[in-house]
């Protein structure tokens, strides 16, 4: 197997190696737009050619000559500068200023995530204007922040997944050099990066994989697109290809970790899977840099083999991404029963979602997220379908369960701008399928209502985050909330403990509640999680002398105040519990 990375690697002295794999294809040259030069690439077997060609610079646009007449963009190319459909250019990692020497990076107990869509964090959509809010998370008490898909797509706004160059950065967005200063500003506050990576399948608009080699298969179905094959004869090179992006991010970007996209749907029945080997890759790159690399696997299965040992069959990643305490959630707060929250909607629900047998940092959790809020009719967020106590009980639940959590962006102030799903492709037929295909999907789940154009550019508009609501009540207060809870979480040892095996749950239907018990050997907590409309009393559910530090219906959180929560003398003592509210005791000694 060629060592060598793919595509343009600057050598110094003017050089430029060109490396592509192209089995396809009888020949292969390099054209340099810059002065028309047409330079052979050398056969290396195995369906790779090479060349090293003097007189090439950083920014320099090129394409490959295939079979002596058709020229297309590098597969592996770093840059689009001109879109997907372009040539491709010549980056230089190596003459960026970085400034981040003394980063360590973050262990995965310690990580908080906090997703954002680069093209509507801000009205500018730009890294650089992303960069420039780093402040406000980490003052909030967020310590990750992870990008939705920024390789090339086609067009100047999507959600990502449609990507086409897994190599190339994203140039409405800043191109690779603003996504370097983004890291570094990350690195420079403590924050690290998680960068989202599709590695099941491209989009459909400016894709030339096929044209060099056999990167697709029929074997398996995919429902984005085409499916990579990650386990026919010949798929080394393929799975070469995606670690080798992979490797990319973190060598030539500093990025902290990777979320790869829906891992069920890589299809892989080889006995040493795909995924198992890019997680061993990104270990072995953690031991080289000395500092954690982490993987993270989305998925809609409650599959242990996604985080097992390699050495016991699993795949060995990090940590998987769960829908299973969203659902229930969800179900719980809105009262939706259809789709995803079918035969949902039961306290214990909840609480079998919390009793997840992963480590509890092996988990990813979340109230919302791209998906969960992308992934509806009209992209509506959990703000426009509960209150703002049903807003402030999901908050705790999430924040304070024993798992890893991740904020999407804005909820923290209740953001009410919709996140609908949204791309500009240049083919109106490719567009007009998209169009059809998501009407007809949310009309099979029976949500009613005009399903926006992902197509109009009024569609992304509308997912711009409005920041100016976070200054204003109720959002100041949420926000509020929510800082206090990460501080909570960060400084309580029973909550910082992330073992979902240490969590005594007593869900009671007919009072519409949940009491969970964090243990700690410095004292436990308890979290009474209250979802009736009208108030509530039961019996202390775990006995003990408790201490309330936070009630979501206290006035400080702009609840109906007073706390609503009075503990008795006697033990165990009644309790009352204000509708639909969250109240956190820490246990104190006798």
């Not at 080997?277 to 599959?303: H, I, V, Y």
């Not at 995803?340 to 990813?364: F, H, I, N, P």
């Not at 500009?424 to 949310?442: I, N, P, Y």
């Amino acid at each position: 197997m060629i060592a060598d990375p793919l595509g343009a690697t600057l050598l110094g002295d003017a050089r430029c190696r060109f490396l592509v794999w192209a089995p396809k294809v009888e020949s292969v040259a390099v054209r340099l737009l810059n002065d028309d030069r047409c330079v052979p690439l050398d056969p290396l077997g195995s369906g790779y050619r090479q060349s090293i060609v003097d007189g090439v610079g950083v920014g320099d646009r090129y394409r490959f000559v295939l079979g002596g007449d058709r020229e297309l963009p590098d597969p592996a190319s770093r840059r689009q500068p001109d879109g997907v459909h372009g040539p491709s250019a010549v980056d230089d990692p190596e003459s960026f200023p970085w400034t981040d020497t003394a980063w360590t990076g973050r262990r995965l107990r310690d990580v908080v995530v906090y997703e954002i869509h680069v093209g509507a964090f801000t009205p500018e959509g730009t890294f650089d204007a992303a960069a420039d809010r780093l402040d406000d998370l980490v003052e909030l008490g967020i310590t990750a922040v992870e990008l939705m898909p920024v390789a090339a797509f086609p067009g100047e706004r999507n959600w990502g997944y449609d990507g086409v160059f897994p190599y190339a950065v994203q140039e409405t967005y800043g191109g690779p050099r603003g996504l370097r200063r983004f890291v570094d500003a990350c690195h420079a506050r403590g924050l690290s990066v998680v960068i989202d990576v599709v590695n099941n399948h491209l989009g459909p608009e400016g894709n030339v994989l096929d044209a060099y080699g056999p990167y697709f298969t029929d074997r398996h179905r995919n429902p984005w697109g085409a499916a990579i094959d990650v386990d026919g004869p010949g798929s080394d090179a393929v799975r070469r290809y995606f670690i080798g992006a992979a490797e990319m991010w973190v060598r030539a970007f500093h990025v902290d970790a990777l979320r790869i996209d829906a891992v069920h749907s890589i299809v892989d029945r080889s006995p040493a899977p795909f995924l198992a080997e890019l997680s061993q890759r990104m270990e072995d790159l953690a031991s080289d840099l000395r500092r954690p690399l982490l993987l993270f696997g989305e998925t809609d299965r409650r599959d242990e083999r996604v985080v097992a040992p390699r050495d016991r069959g699993g795949l060995g990643m990090d940590a998987r991404w769960s829908n299973d305490l969203h659902h229930a959630l969800h179900a719980l707060l809105t009262g939706e029963r259809s789709g995803y929250y079918a035969g949902l909607g039961s306290v214990a629900d909840l609480a079998t979602a919390l009793e997840d047998g992963s480590s509890g940092e092996r988990v990813v959790v979340f109230s919302q997220n791209h998906d969960q809020v992308g992934n509806r009719a009209r992209g509506d967020r959990l703000s426009g379908l509960t209150d703002l106590e049903g807003l402030k009980l999901a908050a705790a639940t999430v924040v304070l369960s024993p798992f890893v959590p991740l904020l999407f962006m804005g909820e923290e102030y209740g953001e009410t701008a919709p996140f609908p799903y949204f791309l500009s492709l240049s083919d109106a037929g490719l567009a007009e399928m998209v169009r059809r295909g998501r009407r007809a999907g949310f009309a099979s789940v029976g949500w009613g209502g005009e399903v926006p154009d992902p197509q109009d550019e009024r569609t992304y508009r509308t997912a711009r985050l409005r920041r100016s609501l976070a200054g204003s009540e109720p959002h100041r207060s949420l926000r509020a909330l929510y800082r206090e809870l990460l501080r909570l979480r960060r400084e309580v040892p029973a909550l910082a403990r992330l073992r979902p095996e240490e969590a005594h749950l007593r869900p009671e239907e007919t009072s519409r509640t949940l009491a969970i018990r964090r243990l700690a050997p410095q004292g436990s907590a308890m979290l009474l999680l209250a979802f009736r409309d009208a108030p509530v009393e039961l019996v202390q559910p775990f006995s003990g002398h408790w201490r309330r530090i936070l009630d979501t219906a206290d006035a400080r959180w702009a609840g109906p105040g007073p706390p609503s929560t009075v503990v008795a003398d006697s033990d165990p003592g009644p309790l009352r519990l204000a509708p639909r509210s969250a109240v956190l005791f820490v246990e104190e000694p006798a």
